[in-house]
């Protein structure tokens, strides 16, 4: 889950001005483009990993040369959040989504010209630096064309986009590979050629809402009914100097690991422990992220009741996150599990558990940071996430080649919310605004 859509979800709507609701319909339209880019971006990220039994097998990669794959891919993804959060101010949606996603393309096909570990770290910069641009862009599209009233709903409908890109790629690729009979560089080469239709259709449909040619008045007079944000500026350093951003950043470096490590290596460790291979790993691995889909809406689910009842935003965030923790629990035992079932049980229980604390954890920005800083904090946090992933993925590859097991991965991955949350209470006690100095 996105923490710019979270956080952006969570901003305070205002009443639109009193417009009768638009007969146009192409702020949906792009909405559906926006939605089609984040699938695409997790179907792209998750090829590699998917492969990942079949190329250890033809070019005996070691784990820690893949370890070495994904946690290069997370440095570039980390200072590519950062890059991208300022650029896209400065260039817009249109031209900014363009720079994205033909920069992860280009990645992507990159990666059929190699075949050894060191070769995709290489070409999987390009690919990490533009997905990196995904949300930033994605944002600043929903902020241009929807108001308030219906923005949450609108980043909603594109946030859902990751998972939806998670469950089908196993299946997409296993029909490429094993029922096309296809070798694997097709995976990343059909693949890749959504991103130029889509390329195309962006090119094509998306401009500002004043400039679009197919927008009616009426939807014209919807989107821009409501007065412009005053937005004001907040550098990195002015964010660092509260307890409450590096709380934010300490529960992303200790739980976005989690989530990369299992979106990088689940399909190898169904291959190593339980014989699972192309044929068949699709169906736990679909389960698993329908399961994480259910966590999320769960999540955000409780802390807003508790919030309908009463109950203070940093309790109501705090309690959500603390039976999130709970239910992550028992993935420390998902090694030993005696059937592959038993482990998808425990794994997807865990990544439920994730989507929900991190609805509640990337609550924050909007919870507590002025608008004009929400930015910058959401950039820190996520690379702070990806430094955290970036040694998860050594650390696991190199523990592989030596004790041969995932038994200490999963033990850390149940225990790490719990230490989150602790962390995430000493920094920020009080759940108060923040108040950014000028």
Not at 222 to 240: C, T
Not at 341 to 365: D, E, K, R, Y
Not at 395 to 414: H, I, K, N, R
Request: hydrophobic share 55%; proline share 5%; glycine share 10%.
């Amino acid at each position: 889950m996105s923490a710019i859509g979270d956080a952006a979800a969570t901003a305070p709507e205002t009443a639109v001005h009193a417009v009768p609701p638009p007969r146009g319909r192409i702020r949906w339209l792009i909405c559906g483009l926006l939605f089609a880019a984040v699938v695409l971006s997790y179907i792209d990220r998750l090829v590699l990993g998917v492969l990942k039994p079949q190329l250890t097998s033809l070019y005996d990669w070691s784990n820690a040369g893949y370890g070495d794959i994904t946690g290069y891919f997370q440095v570039a993804y980390g200072f590519g959040f950062l890059l991208f959060g300022w650029l896209i101010d400065r260039i817009g949606a249109r031209n900014g989504y363009l720079l994205a996603m033909g920069s992860w393309t280009i990645g992507h096909f990159a990666q059929t010209l190699v075949t050894s570990t060191t070769g995709f770290a290489i070409a999987r910069i390009p690919l990490a630096f533009g997905e990196a641009g995904t949300y930033p862009s994605a944002l600043a599209a929903a902020s241009q064309w929807f108001p308030r009233k219906e923005r949450a709903f609108a980043i909603g409908i594109f946030n859902a986009g990751a998972n939806v890109g998670a469950v089908v790629t196993p299946l997409l690729i296993s029909f490429i590979v094993v029922r096309m009979v296809l070798d694997w560089r097709w995976a990343f080469i059909i693949t890749g050629l959504f991103n130029l239709v889509w390329l195309a259709a962006w090119w094509r449909l998306y401009h500002p809402p004043h400039a679009h040619p197919r927008v009616t008045a009426e939807e014209r007079a919807w989107i821009e009914a409501e007065p412009a944000d005053d937005v004001g500026r907040a550098g990195f350093l002015a964010v660092l100097r509260h307890r409450e951003a590096w709380a934010y950043m300490t529960g992303r470096f200790l739980i976005d690991p989690v989530w990369w490590t299992f979106l990088f290596w689940l399909p190898d460790f169904f291959h190593s422990r339980y014989g699972y291979d192309l044929k068949n790993f699709g169906p736990p691995l679909v389960a698993i992220y329908i399961l994480a889909d259910l966590g999320a809406i769960a999540g955000g689910w409780y802390s807003s009741r508790l919030l309908k009842r009463g109950v203070a935003t940093g309790r109501a965030r705090k309690r959500a996150m603390f039976v999130c923790a709970l239910f992550a629990l028992p993935v420390m035992f998902a090694a030993q599990a005696s059937s592959i079932w038993i482990a998808v049980g425990m794994i997807g229980l865990a990544c439920a558990a994730h989507q929900g604390f991190s609805t509640n954890l990337f609550a924050l920005p909007g919870d507590q940071f002025p608008r004009y800083a929400q930015g910058t904090l959401i950039g820190l946090g996520g690379f702070a996430g990806a430094a955290g992933g970036f040694i998860a993925s050594k650390t696991l590859g190199l523990l592989l080649d030596t004790v041969g097991s995932y038994g200490p991965f999963f033990v850390a991955c149940g225990l790490a919310y719990l230490v989150a949350l602790f962390a995430f209470h000493l920094l920020n006690p009080r759940y108060r605004d923040v108040v950014i100095a000028g």
